[in-house]
Structure formats: structure tokens, C-alpha cells
């Protein structure tokens, strides 16, 4: 059985790490996607082998940033596919790295936009469509960090994802009864570009009680389970998927 199987999904952030993931593990669970990140190439040589392998694919290049960005992924959705189901809002970024006294505004409205600014933004374009099906589902990837810890350097970052839960509780409040679901991932470290070299990746393994980051492909599973009907009476929720890190500081 595929899980999202005739589902249209937009995944942001699909050119590589969770992203990438989600988009070729939704793709085998029967979904077609409207893929957005900002690198045109890398995306067409995702969409270029997912479609060898049977997928049905179609792109939209831009930065999530900007509202444009996202009409022109719903739009794509509806002129490619007649339909959104589901909105993986997964785009982000980590941004400068300093003790917030030294961090300049501009750097830190960069990271706010990148995370939540950006996610508002989606979910502003998408919940319209899907109002009129009287069904969706939103899933926007926040972080452990600023949930459960706090880490040098990572203010602006650890502020952002924890907007995000504010933002799904804030969806769920508004558009529940409407039929559309909103929740947040939360993973623990993952091996994606954004993970750091070998050292990076050895400290941030300690952090987590199964002592190891996750691959990309396990959060994707848990991304694929909050889409589904399979969490059909979950919504305004946190899944937690990162390695025991919240439940044990070790």
C-alpha cells in the first residue's frame, strides 16, 4: 500500500539533505511533487532521474524568501497536477554562527526569513488551495535546537525553529475545523550539507541518546508519516524524531 499514493505534495528545499529524501520517498509512495530550491541544477537532475524511475516531477527555481516563490510552486501544482494535498515546508538555513550581542540585524533577520518568515509564506499560499478540497497537510521542519536546547552561536537559529511551533499551533487554531492538518518535524542532527565536517558531526552524535545524527531518509520517513492519512487525527503537533536528544541530556 502507498501511503500518499495519487497526492500532489510541493517540498521545499528539495535539491538535497531532508528534502531530496522526502521527494524521492514521496515519489515511491505514489505522490506527484512540485519541487522548489533555489539551485535550478540540481533540481533538474533530481527531476531528470526521478522521472526515469516513473516519478512525476515538475520544479519551480526561486528563494522561499520570496512570496513569488511559493505562488508559482501552487500554481505549478494546480496547472500540472489540478490539486495540492500536501505542503512539506522544509527550506531553511543555519546563517551566521556568533553570540547574539554580536550578530548584526541583518544577520539575524536572514535566518528569521530563511526559517519562518519563508514558512509563513508558504503555508499563506497553500492553505487557500487546499480549503477549497477541504483537506491538507502542512509539515514544516523545525529543530530540536531551540525546542529542547539551546547551542553557542545559534540564537537566531534556535528562535526561528521555535516560531515554528507557534506558527503550527496558529494554523491549527485558524483552519482545523476547515480540514487542514499543520504540524512540525523536529530532527535531531542529521547528515546533511548543513551538518559540518567529521568533527562537527562526532560532537553533535553525543548529543543524542542513540549517540549518532540521523540520515536524511529517516527523517524523511517521519515527514511521510505526518503527510499521510496515516496522522489523520494528528495536527498542532510535535514529532520529535531525533535519536532520544529531548527525552535524555547525556
Known sequence: MKLIDGKVAIITGASSGIGQAAAI???????????????????????HQMEKDGGKVAIVAGDVTNEATHQAAVETALSHFGRLDIAFNNAGQVGAMKPLAEMAPRQWMDVLDANLTAAFLGARAQIPVMLQRGA???????????NSVGLPGMSAYAASKAGLMGLVRGI??????????????????????????????????????????AEPEEIAKAALFLASDMASFVTGSALWADGGNAAVKL
Open 25 to 47: 520517498l514521496f515519489a515511491a509512495q505514489g505522490a506527484s511533487l512540485v519541487l522548489v530550491a533555489r539551485r535550478q541544477d540540481r533540481l533538474e537532475q533530481l527531476a
Open 172 to 213: 491549527t487554531a485558524d483552519y482545523a475545523g476547515a480540514g487542514i492538518r499543520a504540524n512540525a518535524l523536529l530532527p535531531g542532527g542529521t547528515a546533511t550539507e548543513m551538518a559540518g565536517d567529521a568533527d562537527q558531526r562526532a560532537w553533535a552524535a553525543g548529543l543524542h541518546a542513540m549517540k549518532r545524527i
Open 136 to 146: 491538507g497537510a502542512l509539515v514544516f521542519t523545525s529543530s530540536f535546537v531551540g
